[in-house]
């Protein structure tokens, strides 16, 4: 039974491993963006549920009316004014420019929030639990899971069932064609990094009610988002979905061998997938 748990809270813990990697597969599925900067701003969409939950009194979940519009808007401004200057050939640029503002956003969190942790109070819902048989689920790591499988349906649904889908799949495919045909990239570009980081808030919001956080986590969130679209298929969001939950249960099942495990675990999972499959479990395919 034991084991049975370890898969079934690693099926979950997975849910939130596809939020963190969503934005990050849906920018690369359109601009070939590797935004080194993502995991710095998931704790930024955290710290913002932080003030907005602090100064309006709101439930974390209620707060995100407000984070996730806040964050569409600076992922726009972020790509128009920054990021579209650096695309190109050339993929050193994005990424330096990219490592910069992780640094930036770290240091101005540090300065504005100190570095001492900090946690969404959800109340409740972070206890409270239903039972599966002998089992006992939460529901904040069920209603994480059942976040993201509708974040990445609606996703799914908007790049290949709406005009704005149609318009990142035509600068994606071909920008110079796209470009002629009256499209204007920098906005597609812009409109996309907007969606990514409204993504993001929902992440970072479900990430600062599970788990205490500060400005330095970054990072590690950075890591499980990337190994969760690479074990996917770089591009492929429902395969994100699939790579979450695999790196989840590996994490889950490392641990219940062995605490220290865990992490190590995860990492091993994906270096066997990268090892078998170089371009992830469920490569994209046109839809």
């Known amino acids: 039974m034991e084991w049975i748990n370890a898969i079934l ?65 600076i992922g726009y401004v972020l790509q ?35 570095a001492d942790p900090q946690k969404l109070d959800a109340g409740a819902l972070e206890t409270a639990s239903i039972a599966l048989g002998p089992l006992a689920v939460g529901v904040l790591p069920l ?16 790049f290949y069932r709406t005009a704005l889908g149609r318009a990142f799949r035509a600068v994606s495919d071909n920008q110079d064609i796209a470009q002629l045909m009256g499209l204007n990239k920098r906005h597609v570009f812009g409109q996309a990094m907007a969606l990514a980081l409204a993504v993001t808030a ?9 788990t205490s956080f500060d400005p330095s986590i970054g990072g590690g969130r950075l890591i499980f988002g990337f190994e969760a679209v690479i074990i996917g298929g770089l591009g492929n969001l429902w395969g994100t979905l699939a790579g979450g939950i695999i790196l989840g249960v590996a994490q889950t099942l490392g641990a219940a061998i062995n ?14 997938v990268l090892a078998v499959r170089p371009n992830g479990l469920f490569p994209r395919i046109s839809g």
Do not use: C, K
């Open 80 to 114: 128009r004014a920054v990021l579209n200057q650096t695309l190109g050939d050339d993929i050193l640029p994005p990424l330096l420019v990219t490592f910069g503002l992780s640094v930036i956003i770290q240091n101005a969190l540090l300065e504005g929030y100190s």
């Open 9 to 73: 809270q690693g099926t979950l813990l997975g849910g939130l491993y596809a939020l963190f990697a969503a934005g990050l597969s849906l920018i690369f599925g359109v601009m070939r963006l590797v935004n080194i900067a993502h995991g710095d701003l998931i704790v930024l969409a955290a710290y913002l549920g932080l003030t907005t939950t602090v100064m309006l009194g709101l439930h974390p979940l209620v707060a995100l009316i407000v984070v996730v519009p806040a964050m569409a808007g």
């Open 202 to 210: 929902v992440a970072g919001l479900l990430l600062g009610i599970r």
């Open 259 to 272: 605490p220290g495990w865990q992490l190590l675990a995860g990492h091993l999972a994906f270096l066997i």
């Open 143 to 158: 209603l994480t899971f059942a976040i993201a499988v509708a974040v990445v349906a609606g996703l799914q649904w908007t």
